[in-house]
């Protein structure tokens, strides 16, 4: 499992992320039409999966902000944002903030992703959430970056992220 916090208490997650060189694994996410998304709808582009806790927080929002703005800089990339959070919430969110260069994907059918990723908190008030964590793909679906944010509340290293596809 891995240790982290929530301002400053003790948090775990279920494990450690896949690691950079390995191919992602797959998944089966709810995209905000309540379709279907799997990791092989995506082949073809770079990826960055933007994964956090609920859209309701102000870390998560401020990740989903940032990488809109940078996602119209990055050729041949999605960019997802993941959680749990009703598929509703999260294009309610986007809407209403202007926000259109992500697409929404939630975990909250079944948990799938959050297991196959070990991102899935294991105990503490957000025990059965998302982890706050950036993963990279590239056009294979090979991890290419990770980072599995330490302290709950902290925003994730946007910089490192954007230069791992640039690389």
């Known amino acids: 499992m891995a240790i982290l916090s929530l301002k400053g208490n003790t948090i775990h997650s279920k494990g450690d992320l896949p690691q950079v060189g390995e191919k992602a694994p797959d998944f089966e996410l709810a995209a905000s039409d309540l379709s279907d998304k799997t990791l092989s709808d995506y082949k073809g582009h770079r990826v960055i999966m933007n994964i956090f806790h609920s859209i309701d927080t102000g870390t998560c929002a401020a990740s989903v902000r940032a990488f809109n703005k940078k996602a119209s800089e990055l050729p041949n990339t999605k960019i997802l944002c993941i959680s749990k959070d009703l598929p509703f919430a999260m294009s309610r969110f986007c809407g209403a903030e202007g926000i259109d ?33 950036i993963i990279i793909l590239d056009e294979d679906g090979t991890i290419l970056y990770t980072e599995q944010v330490q302290e709950v509340v902290e925003e994730p290293n946007y910089d490192a992220a954007i230069e791992a596809l640039r690389a």
């Open 101 to 133: 260069n992500v697409e929404v994907l939630s975990d909250f059918r079944d948990g799938n992703f959050g297991e196959a990723y070990n991102l899935t908190y294991i105990d503490g008030p957000i025990r059965g959430l998302l982890a706050r964590s």
